[in-house]
């Protein structure tokens, strides 16, 4: 059974930067794509960024609020994916999730329905 463990959140000032990492304990980790996802107070869970296994190229996809300014990554030797956070902004404040889609296909998903693994969730805080 797969298990995600996020860690890097925390307090930002908009114009810095911030790095979350995700540590997966699977061993087939490299099969899989993986995604961050988020969730601000009183919103629902949204997409944020996914990368897909290494087979498939390690394609990208970002939400369209995050692009120019969120890179997502992956180090499939230490089992882990990493998302840099360059100028934030107080809108991108909420508990960020990293997820695996185990029994996805090819190319990435930014629905939460297909990513069956999930971290316990790590606060980005973003002040102006």
């Known amino acids: 059974q797969e298990q995600l463990v996020e860690s890097g959140g925390g307090l930002v000032q908009t114009g810095g930067s911030l790095r979350l990492s995700c540590a997966a304990s699977?061993?087939?980790?490299?099969?899989?794509?993986m995604g961050w996802f988020r969730q601000a107070p009183g919103k629902e869970r949204e997409f944020v960024a996914a990368?897909?296994?290494?087979?498939?190229?390690?394609?990208?996809n970002y939400a369209d609020a995050v692009k120019g300014r969120f890179t997502i990554s992956r180090d499939n030797a230490k089992k882990s994916i990493y998302l840099q956070i360059n100028n934030p902004k107080p809108e991108d404040t909420a508990v960020y999730y990293c997820?695996?889609?185990?029994?996805?296909?090819?190319?990435?998903?930014?629905?939460?329905?297909?990513?069956?693994?999930w971290g316990q969730g790590t606060q980005v805080t973003v002040s102006s």
């Open positions: 990368i897909s296994w290494t087979g498939g190229g390690d394609t990208t």
């Open positions: 699977g061993y087939t980790f490299s099969s899989y794509n």
């Open positions: 997820a695996a889609d185990t029994l996805g296909g090819v190319e990435t998903s930014t629905d939460q329905r297909h990513y069956d693994y």
